[in-house]
């Protein structure tokens, strides 16, 4: 059969496509593990932003495709709907498979007869499409799928959930990225990819889509396996690697293993990104930071979440930005992990959340003059109450929820209000300290990346302080009108697909029966 495996052109704020274009590695694994006779094209939309119904037009046409899979982010539900409409004007018979964090948590958001999918896959993908492909083709039956929803008629039949896999067996075989049909992934200016070392997470944090999609559990990819990926990854011209891992500083002593395998392989002349734990680093990052800044690691994406205990705790994040000492806590380990980041050479990029349930304009005052002093990329979002977490479920037992529109769902627009404030202050506030501090990173892009700066520094400039006018330059106009314009401009930004939203005046509530497979 003929494949076609999409993701969204909606991009996060945070990473304007002037700086970022990363490629969906969820993509290449589906493309890697599916049969060999299988032909699969990958198209991630992000690199097509300003063109994607042209680019889906033509990518119809030019590859007939028997399936088309979309990946989609709980934000990019309207966009999904309008692509996945305008594929079935171009090619009616066409199959559609949706998979990714929003049809696995909000499975019944896709049921509907007028959004046209015809398979929902929950969970992780890559065993779950290739017997989904081998049932279509005859062997086996759809009801034995594992993770899978089919339409039957006029139901949806809903398959048991599949197990997560446990990927030390070697049953996830590497990505396949020359499956992927347009170019451009791009890290300020270099060649990018992503790699993943490991799946899965031990903690509960209440804002995170992970447990809930697959459980609190932590499986590792065998090291000589991962240095194969990146060998990969650096043939096809990244030189530039982001380690996906959702929480790759679980196993501290692997992760050191990892850092001296990618020196040993001569990997560390190129650049690395990772997320981690404040905990780990603070207890671990005298010996951990140098080996990192020597197998290439130039920027860290700490997930600090909050400096307020009381938001911690909301967030269910306190163990893990706790150090402990002789078994015991001993405060915040936020600034000790980045300290030690920063004097051994590493980028700290902050992420952080503002906009709690009981946040007062100081309790997110304090967030940001950490922010200011302490991180040199802020990546600053407000609580989103994504489908089937904790947070989503408090934000509307206390009736906090203001804006029910899942588009706007990207984090850095307020969709929630606090006990005490509206959602349109606390916006407001996290947009004005950020934009100043994303200025003063230029600098450092520039020492590490100067070509690159020097042609874009302006577009960079102009993404940052869209919404901007002379008037405003000047303080003729106070900065409210600024961000009003700035939202107005992030409004139409939403707008990458010029084609009718199939849902757009109807409820978007399933219309169909679901019934357990078990039933058949």
Known sequence: MRILLLS?????????????????????????????????????????????????????????????????????????????????????????????????????????????????????????????????????????????????????????????????????????????????????????????????CTFDCSFCSIIEMRGRNFHRFPLERVIDDIADARARGARSVFLVDDNITLDVGRFEALCRAIVAARFNDTDYIVQAMTAPIAAHGAELAPLMRRAGFRQVFLGIENVVQQDLAFLNATAKNTRRRGGRRSGNATVE???????HGLLVVGGLIVGNPDDTKDAIAANLAFARKYIDWPYIQHPTPYPGTPMAREFRARNLIVNPRVEEYDGTTAVTRSAHLEAEEIEFMRWKAERWMKVRHIPAAFRHDPLFVLRNGRRMLAHTFRGTSWKSVLGLEPARAVFHRYRAIRAREREYVDWPDPLATGSGVAQVSIVSSAAV
């Not at 274009?21 to 890697?32: E, K, Q």
């Not at 992990?337 to 004097?343: D, F, W």
Request: charged letters at 20%.
């Open 8 to 200: 969204m052109p909606d991009s996060f704020e945070h990473t304007p496509t002037v700086a970022v274009r990363m490629p969906n590695g969820a993509l290449a694994s589906l493309a890697g593990n599916i049969d060999a006779h299988h032909s699969v094209a990958i198209a991630d939309l992000i690199l097509a932003q300003a063109s994607v119904g042209r680019t889906v037009e033509r990518l119809i046409h030019q590859l007939h495709p028997d399936i088309v899979g979309l990946s989609v982010m709980t934000f990019q539900r309207s966009t999904a709907r309008r692509i996945i409409s305008l594929i079935r004007s171009l090619k009616p018979d066409v199959r559609v498979v949706v998979g990714g964090y929003d049809p696995s948590l909000a499975p019944e958001s896709w049921t509907h007869p007028d959004i046209g999918a015809d398979f929902i896959v929950r969970g992780e993908g890559e065993i779950t499409l290739r017997e989904l492909l081998r049932a279509l083709e005859g062997a086996g039956s759809l009801s034995e799928v594992g993770g899978l929803w089919f339409r039957d008629g006029d139901i949806f039949r809903r398959n048991p959930s599949r197990p997560v896999a446990r990927v030390e067996e070697g049953g996830i075989r590497l990505p396949n990225r020359a499956a992927r049909v347009l170019s451009g992934y791009t890290m300020l200016g270099r060649p990018v990819d992503v790699v993943e070392t490991s799946r899965g």
């Open 337 to 343: 992990a980045v300290n030690v980041l920063h004097r």
